[in-house]
């Protein structure tokens, strides 16, 4: 059988939520709010745009467009700045075996991503030509938890919702597999992503068995 794999990329293929922590944490600085780490697991998942939202709400600041745009810009030119020097060490562990496994089995791989820099990041790391398919944040006009990125992501591969798996860090994105009626992988803690149909630490936890499972399913 052939099934449709699709990975969100921060938190599940690539440790980026470090660098956009970074990045915000200057603009909230500058504007005087406490930012903490704690603040920022709010923001996995979410667009750019809903991200800043949140940081302002969090200072009681309101903001004109123009200013809005300003740190829009400064976040991601701090943010791109991180990922110069992004090569294959930054891949999560276990991802890799995982790719080529379902390679090998001729399995069809896409990516699921709310980031607008997607491509580069799966270029650096020198993992882009495992993707039968990308959809990321500048193909989508409604964020995760809404199934758009997923359900065009299935579409493009030509694969019923049924038939797709999705592979998660946050809870908006388990969400969205599941009302596009996708099978639900969640990676991290089970008390965060209790949603999901099967809950795993991360990827060193996910054996060629368990996608044997799902390929099967
Ligand atoms: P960008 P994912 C998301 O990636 C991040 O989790 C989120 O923190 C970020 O704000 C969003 O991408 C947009 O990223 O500023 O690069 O367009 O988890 O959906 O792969
Ligand atoms: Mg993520």
Redesign the pocket.
């Known amino acids: 059988k052939t099934k449709a794999f699709i990975f969100?990329?921060?938190?599940?293929?690539v440790d980026?939520?470090k660098y956009?922590y970074l990045a915000w944490q200057k603009i909230a600085n500058q504007l005087g709010i406490e930012f903490t780490p704690e603040h920022n697991e709010e923001?996995?998942?979410?667009?750019?745009v809903?991200?800043l939202e949140l940081i302002l709400q969090l200072g009681k600041i309101e903001a004109s467009q123009e200013d809005k745009n300003k740190w829009l810009t400064q976040?991601?030119e701090d943010?791109l700045s991180y990922l110069v020097d992004m090569d294959d060490s930054e891949l999560l562990a276990g991802v890799l075996p995982v790719l080529r496994y379902l390679k090998e089995r001729k399995q069809l791989i896409a990516l699921?991503?709310?980031?607008?820099?997607?491509r580069p990041i799966l270029e650096k790391t020198g993992i882009i030509h495992y993707f039968d398919a990308i959809v990321?944040?500048n193909d989508v006009s409604n964020a995760?938890p809404d199934p758009e990125?997923f359900l065009r992501a299935a579409e493009l591969l030509n694969t019923a919702p049924e038939n797709a798996i999705v592979f998660?860090?946050?809870v908006a994105?388990i969400q969205a597999a599941n009302i596009a009626n996708m099978t639900s992988v969640g990676i991290g803690e089970a008390k965060i992503l209790h949603e999901a149909d099967y809950i795993f630490p991360d990827f060193t936890h996910i054996e060629t068995n368990f996608i044997e499972t799902l390929v099967n399913k």
């Open positions: 969100d990329l921060d938190g599940v293929i980026t939520a956009h923001l996995k998942g979410v667009s750019r809903r991200s976040k991601n943010y699921g991503s709310a980031s607008k820099n997607a990321d944040g995760k990125v998660e860090d946050s994105g």
